[in-house]
């Protein structure tokens, strides 16, 4: 590699978690629990990256104020973190790639959309924060995906320029913010098919996981 400073970003959950349908069925069990049916395959397409405030606003209504939304993003997340705690594992291959990432010296970082609890439930729950030269999660940035903002957010704290960032995602709304953010990508399909990211001008390489790649190719 050259002596250009380079990182890898790191979408949390779906991309080092493969945890997408927990996500899912907790949202779904929530808005139940309300009266709303919602479709599965839809509504992560639509949402995955987005805050959780933002969902619940769009999903129940813009009047609820900034406490409702956090009493009511706290129940949801409890809910997550219940049914998906004896699955927690971080997705095959995942520590050798960061192991040769970090060899190479290329920066790590997380742009994730999830909320402090559940980065902490992850990242500590795995001992995997240490490994990382920042951590931006909802409450860092003020908007989720796709707005760039928490993928630019982990390039300035790692001192990298945008263009010498390759993002790790699973979802469409992360690939557009990685295109936003002037960012490469690489897409994992551990909830949806290829077929989900052909249009995306910024996407690299499209893997089944971590296993398939190697740190020392991505930014030939």
């Not at 939304?69 to 790639?97: I, T």
């Not at 010498?164 to 960012?183: S, T, Y």
């Amino acid at each position: 590699m050259s002596m250009t400073q380079r990182a890898f970003v790191f979408d949390m959950d779906g991309t080092i978690v493969d945890n997408m349908a927990f996500h899912t069925s907790s949202w779904i069990t929530f808005f139940e629990r309300r009266g709303r049916t919602i479709d599965p395959d839809e509504f992560f397409r639509a949402t995955a990256g987005r805050q959780g405030g933002e969902i619940i606003r769009s999903y129940l209504g813009e009047h609820l104020s900034i406490e409702e939304v956090a009493l009511l993003n706290h129940e949801k997340e409890s809910v997550y973190r219940e049914l998906y705690g004896p699955h927690l594992k971080a997705v095959d291959g995942f520590g050798a790639l960061i192991a040769q990432a970090k060899s190479h010296g290329v920066k790590l970082a997380v742009g994730t959309a999830a909320p402090p609890a559940n980065v902490e439930f992850t990242l500590d729950g795995l001992d995997l924060r240490r490994h990382f030269d920042a951590v931006v999660g909802a409450t860092d940035v003020a908007r989720g995906k796709p707005h760039p903002d928490v993928f630019l957010r982990a390039a300035e704290l790692c001192g990298v320029q945008p263009e010498h960032c390759i993002v790790f995602e699973d979802a469409p709304l992360g690939v557009e913010a990685a295109r936003r953010a002037g960012m490469r990508c690489v897409v994992l399909t551990t909830t949806l098919p290829a077929s989900a990211f052909t249009g995306f001008d910024n996407v690299i390489a499209i893997v089944r996981d971590f296993s398939e790649l190697k740190a020392e190719l991505l930014f030939a």
